[in-house]
C-alpha cells in the first residue's frame, strides 16, 4: 500500500505558466521527499523537506510542508517543456528505514 | 562519475521461469534499496542492505522473491517461478549512510520485466 496521494493525478499546462502539485500523507514523518520521473527512466530526487521546516526553495522549485494538515505542495514556476515527467512524493515515515511514495502526477508542459 | 546502474533493461520471460536482475550501485554507497513499480504507479519498497546485511524485506511480494548482496556492492533480485503479476518496472537505488534517512536515494533506470 502507498502512503501518499497526490492530486491532480495529470496536469497539462502551457510553458510558462506555473504547476502546483499536492500530496498528502498519512503517518507522522521525519522528512518528505519530491522525486522526478522521466518516462522510462529512473527517479531523480528533486528536493528534501523535514518535518520541522515550512518551505524550501530550489532554483525554480519551492516546497511547502504542513504536518498539521498532512501534506505538502510542490510549486514549479515558468515551467519549461523539459519539465513533462512524472512528480512523486516520497515520506520516510517515523521508526520505519524506507521511501513510501505515492502515485504521482503527470505533468505535461505544451510549448 | 557513474551513477546506479540495472541490467538488463528488458526482460521477457515465460510464466514459470525464474529470472535474476543486477544492480551496480554507486561505488561507496552503504544503502541499497529495490522497488517495484507497476505501471502508471509509484514505486513500492521490496527490500533495504546495509552494506550485506539485508536489514528489511518486508515488501517482498511471496517467497519467491529474494535478494542478495554477498560483498555489499553489487545486488541481484531474483524472482523464482515466475508469474504474470510480476510483470512491472524493478528499480534499484543508492545511497550513502549518514545515520538519518535524509539522504537522497539515487536510482537506476530499471528493468522492465514482463512475464508471457
Known amino acids: 500500500s502507498q502512503q501518499g496521494e497526490e492530486d491532480p493525478q495529470a496536469l497539462s499546462i502551457q510553458e510558462g505558466e506555473n504547476a502546483t502539485m499536492n500530496c498528502s500523507y498519512k503517518?507522522?514523518?521525519?522528512?518528505l521527499q519530491w522525486y522526478r520521473q522521466n518516462s522510462g527512466r529512473g527517479l531523480v530526487h528533486l528536493i528534501l523537506i523535514r518535518s520541522n521546516e515550512r518551505e524550501k526553495h530550489s532554483g525554480r522549485l519551492r516546497v511547502t510542508l504542513d504536518t498539521s494538515k498532512k501534506s505538502s505542495s510542490l510549486l514549479i514556476t515558468a515551467s519549461r517543456a523539459a519539465d513533462t515527467a512524472s512528480y512523486f512524493c516520497a515520506t520516510v515515515i517515523q521508526g520505519a528505514q524506507k521511501l513510501v511514495f505515492g502515485q504521482g502526477t503527470r505533468l505535461t508542459i505544451n510549448p | 562519475g557513474a551513477g546506479v546502474s540495472q541490467s538488463p533493461r528488458y526482460k521477457v520471460a515465460k510464466r514459470g521461469q525464474d529470472v535474476a536482475l543486477r544492480c551496480d550501485p554507486i561505488s561507496g554507497h552503504v544503502s541499497l534499496f529495490w522497488y517495484q513499480q507497476a505501471l502508471g504507479q509509484g514505486p513500492e519498497f521490496l527490500t533495504y542492505f546495509q552494506n550485506e546485511a539485508q536489514l528489511d524485506k518486508s515488501g517482498l511480494p511471496s517467497d519467491r522473491f529474494f535478494a542478495e548482496r554477498p560483498e555489499g556492492s553489487v545486488s541481484t533480485l531474483k524472482i523464482q517461478r515466475t508469474q504474470q503479476e510480476d510483470s512491472a518496472v524493478y528499480l534499484c537505488a543508492s545511497s550513502p549512510w549518514t545515520g538519518d534517512w535524509s539522504q537522497p536515494q539515487h536510482f537506476g533506470d530499471g528493468t522492465r520485466l514482463s512475464i508471457l
Open positions: 503517518t507522522s514523518i521525519n522528512n
